[in-house]
């Protein structure tokens, strides 16, 4: 995605043209219709980008979310995706970022919202349960049930977040409707696409021993006004996958960045953070992963590659 506000020149020996920089990925105008987005080695946990890189993780998730958008095409479902480059670049049709969608013509704009589905209760849904900001009813439980940790949803929990805020905030429909400028028909439509690629992601990872437990998309509008998938999915840092043999042993090990986000919370790190916020105080810097996390995290994200594709990884990076 672009926002002209942030535009700078530059692009370095591929004279592609520097539009802005985000937590994880650089993107480049390659022309008016094609934007290129190359994938760092960074890393962020609760909106925090963590001081160390991590080796091979851009050139995993460029090529994790290359595989998915391949099958949204056997789906039929629209996205953005047109060709993946050398390791860590993948090449995408333009959308550009508005603040304000109030009046916005629907063409070539991104849909300002992350859209959540959670098939299982773990990460943030499990500490809203345990902090009763949701009840086992209002996720389909019945009367009187006790939600354990790692339990399949009655029904999968289609839920709506801020994009461009500092901190992602959970909305209801009407809120997000008025943000993002769209109808209840076009919510409906991303929740139907979601679940659709949602469905093709869990048929393609069950033979490989994975369970997906929950994922984020994001959605924009084409040149026609079509809406589309757009920005990455099923990667490491969007999806959470347990091992399904694991799992049946009662243990969760997560293929996602939840490895990350769990050893802050172990260090005592976010508990500080979410003091720090809900007291709307200073918040603390998050501090850098010991060197044999770091190792540890890059192997992760190879392996989440292999096992999410069912092909090796070798990394082929370029320029």
């Not at 757009?230 to 043999?245: C, I």
């Not at 603390?284 to 890059?298: D, F, G, K, Q, R």
């Amino acid at each position: 995605m672009a926002a002209s506000s942030e535009r700078k020149s530059g692009g370095g020996k591929s004279g592609l043209r520097f539009l802005r920089r985000g937590k994880v990925k650089e993107i480049y105008e390659v022309s008016d219709d094609v934007l290129e987005f190359r994938f760092t080695d960074d890393i962020s946990v609760f909106d925090k980008k963590i001081p160390n890189p991590i080796p091979n993780k851009g050139e995993s998730l460029a090529r994790t979310s290359a595989h998915w958008f391949k099958m949204c095409d056997r789906l039929g479902v629209r996205h953005h995706f047109l060709e993946l480059q050398e390791g860590n670049r993948m090449r995408v049709k333009r959308v550009d970022v508005a603040e304000n969608m109030t009046g916005r013509a629907q063409k070539r704009v991104l849909v300002p919202l992350e859209f959540i589905v959670r098939y299982y209760v773990a990460g943030t849904l499990w500490d809203r349960l345990r902090k009763s900001r949701v009840t086992p009813a209002e996720l389909g439980f019945s009367s009187g049930h006790t939600v354990t940790y790692g339990e399949r949803l009655p029904h999968p929990l289609f839920e709506m977040t801020t994009k461009l805020e500092a901190v992602d905030r959970l909305l209801n429909e009407k809120q997000a409707m008025e943000i993002a400028g769209i109808t209840r028909e076009q919510v409906a439509h991303i929740q139907e696409m979601t679940l659709s690629v949602d469905q093709g992601i869990s048929k393609s990872v069950e033979p490989r021993g994975l369970i997906h437990v929950d994922g984020k998309k994001e959605f924009g509008f084409d040149a026609d006004g079509q809406l589309m998938i757009v920005d990455t999915f099923g990667t490491g840092d969007e999806d959470r996958f347990w091992d399904k043999k694991e799992m049946e042993r009662g243990r969760f090990e997560d293929f996602s960045k939840e490895f990350v986000r769990q050893y802050y919370r172990k260090s005592g790190y976010h508990d500080l953070l979410t003091k720090a916020r809900e007291e709307n105080t200073e918040e603390p810097a998050i501090p850098p992963l010991p060197p044999t996390m770091v190792e540890e995290v890059s192997r992760m994200y190879t392996t989440i590659y292999e096992r999410l594709t069912g092909e090796p990884f070798r990394t082929v990076r370029g320029p």
